[in-house]
């Protein structure tokens, strides 16, 4: 037995560590900026979080909880198959917001309450100003409006942009239409390229109003293109329209549209 055997391999052995302690000394002195690679927890907290407008949700929405049938619900169904009954229904209370007013006409006091603080935020945020062009219209009024667009440009015409009596969501008092502050475009198309309208496109649904009448969706709702015709169907509905990309009343809820009365 060799009894300088085992200092020899503890002489080796610690030659070693000496070396390789130095190679590490060495190499941190040639790069000095070099940093130990952070942990993926610490990498992923450093990293810019992302900002965006959240997509707006409705936590467990009930589709049936308010009736689409009885013109006293905010989420009533009336267009050309779908008339309202009765026939000549008036909303039991109507009111006048402190708006300014093209023809003063009242609405229902949730789309006042509504529309009051839609035209406050259109004006704290865009410093636009708008009014109401028309709101609730009876029976008796629609049909003056009807008859009057039907003797001006013939029945044809006129039931491709004024509602038949009875199928007026005016007369619900659920309607409004807005126009701009000074007036630009009013009752036309163009008004959905004016800052009004592409504001209130944008914005409308945060309010509890819907876009009713959409320019790619006529063959649905019967009408033609109205950017200035607002629908107040309440925020939680709105919101939920919005979250799912749902244009229309007839589409979500699976009714019959179209542009044939019934």
Same mark, same amino acid.
């Given at each position: 037995?060799?009894? =300088?055997?085992? +200092? +020899?391999?503890?002489?080796?052995?610690?030659?070693?560590?000496?070396? %390789?302690?130095?190679?590490?000394?060495?190499?941190?002195?040639?790069?000095?900026?070099?940093?130990?690679? @952070?942990?993926? =927890?610490?990498?992923? !907290?450093?990293?810019?979080?992302?900002?965006?407008?959240?997509? $707006?949700?409705?936590?467990?929405?009930?589709?049936? !909880?308010?009736?689409?049938?009885?013109?006293?619900?905010?989420?009533?169904?009336?267009?050309?198959?779908?008339?309202?009954?009765?026939?000549?229904?008036?909303?039991?209370?109507?009111?006048?917001?402190?708006?300014?007013?093209?023809?003063?006409? @009242?609405?229902?006091?949730?789309?006042?309450?509504? %529309?009051?603080?839609? &035209?406050?935020?259109?004006?704290?945020?865009?410093?636009?100003? &708008?009014?109401?062009?028309?709101?609730?219209?009876?029976?008796?009024?629609?049909?003056?409006?009807?008859?009057?667009?039907?003797?001006?440009?013939?029945?044809?015409?006129?039931?491709?942009?004024?509602? +038949?009596?009875?199928?007026?969501?005016?007369?619900?008092?659920? !309607?409004?239409?807005?126009?701009?502050?000074?007036?630009?475009?009013?009752?036309?198309?163009?008004?959905?390229?004016?800052?009004?309208?592409?504001?209130?496109?944008?914005?409308?649904?945060?309010?509890? &109003?819907?876009? +009713?009448?959409? !320019?790619?969706?006529?063959?649905?709702?019967?009408?033609?293109?109205? $950017?200035?015709?607002?629908?107040?169907?309440?925020?939680?509905?709105?919101?939920?329209?919005?979250?799912?990309?749902?244009?229309?009343?007839?589409? &979500?809820?699976?009714?019959?549209?179209?542009?044939?009365?019934?």
């Amino acid at each position: 037995m060799n009894p =300088t055997g085992p +200092r +020899r391999r503890v002489a080796a052995v610690a030659v070693a560590t000496i070396v %390789l302690l130095a190679v590490t000394a060495c190499s941190a002195a040639d790069h000095p900026s070099r940093k130990p690679a @952070p942990s993926k =927890t610490a990498a992923h !907290a450093s990293r810019p979080v992302p900002t965006s407008t959240p997509t $707006p949700t409705v936590a467990g929405f009930d589709k049936h !909880a308010q009736s689409i049938d009885d013109p006293a619900s905010t989420w009533v169904v009336v267009n050309k198959p779908r008339p309202l009954n009765p026939l000549a229904y008036a909303p039991p209370s109507l009111v006048y917001p402190e708006v300014t007013y093209v023809n003063r006409q @009242p609405m229902r006091p949730e789309v006042a309450e509504a %529309l009051v603080a839609m &035209f406050h935020a259109g004006k704290a945020e865009a410093g636009l100003d &708008f009014s109401v062009q028309s709101a609730y219209r009876s029976f008796e009024s629609q049909t003056n409006v009807y008859n009057d667009d039907a003797a001006r440009n013939g029945a044809a015409y006129a039931d491709t942009d004024t509602a +038949r009596p009875g199928h007026s969501e005016h007369q619900t008092g659920l !309607a409004v239409d807005i126009s701009a502050v000074p007036a630009t475009c009013s009752l036309d198309a163009c008004f959905a390229h004016t800052p009004q309208g592409e504001w209130l496109a944008a914005n409308a649904w945060r309010f509890g &109003f819907l876009l +009713r009448y959409p !320019a790619d969706k006529v063959a649905v709702t019967g009408f033609t293109f109205e $950017p200035w015709h607002f629908r107040y169907v309440g925020v939680p509905l709105a919101t939920q329209l919005k979250s799912t990309n749902v244009t229309t009343l007839e589409e &979500f809820f699976g009714v019959p549209g179209g542009t044939e009365y019934h």
